[in-house]
């Protein structure tokens, strides 16, 4: 079961991530932008940026590691049970969403590195 932990270890292997706070609780941004939060509302959960359209298969998936709230609704972001999700899934998610957020300069050395 992955950890917020391992949440910050995968994604500080991206460029300008920073490790700060939002909603006075622990999250992640790149170059200032908002990707990821651990919802400390909700033991084991994270709220993390996605395509609306993602967002929508993942629910229709009913795959039980992703779920939604009323909260939520209408932004796109998706809540992950870190309890139901594998390693290899959650860095694929933690990637996409800082390609959502990342600016493109840093998007492309990134990209001409890798």
Do not use: N
């Not at 929508?56 to 939604?68: E, G, M, Q």
């Not at 609704?73 to 933690?94: C, F, K, P, S, W």
């Amino acid at each position: 079961m992955p950890t917020w932990d391992d949440v910050v270890a995968i994604a500080t292997r991206l460029p300008e991530v920073e490790v700060t706070t939002s909603w006075q609780t622990p999250s992640l941004k790149v170059k200032g932008k908002f990707f990821a939060r651990l919802r400390t509302e909700a033991e084991g959960g994270l709220a993390i940026v996605c395509e609306p359209g993602e967002k929508a298969a993942l629910l229709a998936s009913a795959d039980p590691a992703f779920y939604t709230t009323p909260h939520y609704d209408g932004y796109a972001m998706i809540l992950v049970d870190l309890e139901r999700i594998d390693e290899q899934r959650l860095t694929e998610m933690i990637e996409d969403a800082w390609h959502l957020k990342a600016p493109v300069r840093v998007r492309k050395a990134y990209e001409q590195q890798q």
